[in-house]
């Protein structure tokens, strides 16, 4: 009886699932009536309202009154849920906090076709983009697709990339009124923005040009099914060769080397923060110059895996070999974690230092408020109901009120203490407009304490914080568009005027599209040229 009653369920659970993925994809690609659309506005903006603790840093709140207003009057006819997702985030653009964004919903597939997609390949994926000098070109590619590397992409389909940047643009919201920010994230995140333009795809055609030769190239998703079954083959190929090595049996002493050379492998790869999908790692550690006697650290992100070994075995590295610079590549690094740029930091200092101030907040909660957004699923807000108390507890203990504000104290704001194997030689850091959020917190705390040179481009993240941390991401009830909120205000101990604009570099060195058809790193150049005649 027991088997039949869970055969009854398993049938109701799937048929519900699949009402439930039919009535999801009706509801977001139909036209939602003028009026369901004026709530959604309504309904975003008192939740920036009601959440966001720096709204009106960038622009007033009579300024930013009315372009919610004029949004509502020229939206007069139905529309679809994309289409409705690119007019808000022309509009709440303005708010200026880059971690503030907007996505659209998407269509959800049942279990078989998320069955039949399991394992897909898209060689679209292997191209990463980069935008200068109103060029879009590849920047780095994998796979058969490295013959591409600095190819010039001239339309994607039948669209000018050129139209396309311009569009994609308009729709990124930057750290107050920067603009390096815009550049290098439309190109960056090229394809990502195309596919919140266009809703997803299976196939897209590229046309390139690369010297003087034009051409186009298409790309198709294939399923795992349709994909060369290569192990197959090479069983039918070399079967005599198969069953030879499968009687061969490994001694204990062999599967033991195995195991460790595993183990060692998968603590490396955690270690530098390795990065599968593009088979490259987070943390890097590097010598250069001439007699290789300048350390370089690149850091692509602060958010993959544990950091302390790194940088505890980096800067023994560098204390032992009486490197007397270090270069600090923070270009194209979008951030991530506050207590590792604190733990990098204590390793630039040699005195006490507050990584962040206490963070202004518009509640008591953060930490619930942003588990319990109203895009955490059911199941998941019962079992997280247990644990509420504590996290609860954890954020009254970390607010407090002063001159009426409230403010949250995140680890990174609290007194620490530089390590003993602190550099005490010249540092260098390399930025550029994708140097971002707690990359750009790091470098205003080397700049506001004057402990290195600066090259490059002004950052994308503001020298005078920003709104992030914790976040709450509300879904608008007719059109499903997500807004992700900030919810605490994070800034170090120093502030420039004016307000909203990035850490300006000392030097500042703009790359061209020659530089990179000619392999030349202008900045880093730069900084090895300076160092040569400073000897």
Not at 205 to 221: E, H, I, P
């Amino acid at each position: 009886m027991s088997h039949k009653l869970l055969s009854i369920f398993c049938v109701i659970l799937l048929i519900t699932s699949c009402a439930s993925v039919e009535k999801h994809n009706e509801q977001i690609t139909k036209l939602h009536a003028v009026e369901d659309l004026h709530e959604d506005i309504d309904k975003v903006y008192e939740q920036l309202q009601r959440n966001h603790p720096h709204l009106y840093q960038f622009t007033s709140k009579d300024v930013l009154d009315f372009k919610f207003d004029s949004l509502k009057t020229a939206i007069n006819e139905p529309m679809d849920s994309r289409t409705f997702y690119k007019q808000l985030a022309k509009v709440t653009k303005y708010v200026g906090q880059g971690h503030m964004s907007l996505s659209p919903p998407s269509i959800k597939f049942n279990r078989k076709e998320r069955k039949a997609l399991r394992g897909a390949k898209f060689d679209i994926n292997n191209l990463d983009f980069e935008y200068l000098e109103g060029k879009l070109f590849i920047a780095n590619a994998r796979g058969k697709d490295s013959v591409l590397i600095n190819a010039e992409v001239l339309k994607v389909e039948d669209e000018d990339t050129q139209d396309l940047i311009k569009k994609y643009k308009g729709l990124i919201a930057s750290d107050g009124y920067n603009t390096t920010f815009h550049q290098r994230l439309a190109g960056n995140r090229f394809m990502g923005y195309y596919a919140l333009d266009k809703g997803r795809f299976d196939s897209i055609s590229l046309t390139f040009r690369n010297a003087d030769s034009t051409f186009v190239k298409q790309y198709k998703r294939i399923l795992k099914k349709d994909l060369p079954d290569l192990k197959k083959d090479s069983l039918q190929s070399d079967s005599t060769k198969l069953k030879d090595k499968k009687n061969i049996k490994l001694t204990k002493a062999e599967r033991k080397a195995k195991k460790l050379e595993r183990k060692a492998k998968n603590k490396h790869n955690e270690k530098y923060g390795f990065i599968s999908d593009k088979n490259e790692y987070t943390r890097n550690l590097d010598f250069v110059g001439k007699d290789s006697s300048v350390a370089l650290l690149k850091i692509r992100g602060f958010s993959r895996y544990d950091y302390e070994d790194f940088y505890d075995d980096s800067f023994k590295i560098i204390d032992s070999l009486k490197s007397e610079a270090l270069i600090i590549d923070l270009r194209n690094n979008f951030g991530g974690r506050l207590n590792e740029i604190a733990y990098l930091y204590s390793y630039l200092t040699d005195k006490n230092f507050n990584m962040i101030n206490p963070s202004e907040v518009n509640t008591r909660f953060p930490m619930i408020k942003s588990f319990m957004s109203n895009t955490t699923p059911t199941g998941v807000k019962i079992l997280g109901s247990l644990v509420v108390p504590v996290f609860a507890t954890l954020d009254v203990l970390k607010s407090t009120k002063k001159d009426g504000q409230l403010y949250y104290r995140f680890k990174s704001s609290k007194e620490q203490e530089p390590k003993l194997l602190n550099f005490k030689g010249k540092i260098y850091v390399l930025i550029n407009g994708n140097s971002f959020s707690a990359s750009s917190v790091l470098s205003t705390q080397l700049k506001g304490n004057q402990r290195a040179t600066f090259v490059g481009e002004e950052t994308g993240g503001a020298y005078n914080g920003t709104v992030a941390g914790y976040y709450k991401t509300y879904e608008m009830p007719n059109t499903k568009v997500r807004a992700r909120i900030g919810l605490a205000h994070l800034d170090a101990p120093f502030k420039v005027t004016p307000d909203g604009y990035g850490v300006t570099p000392d030097i500042e060195i703009i790359p061209t599209y020659k530089d990179r058809l000619n392999n030349i790193d202008p900045e880093l150049e730069w900084v090895l040229e300076d160092l040569e005649q400073n000897k």
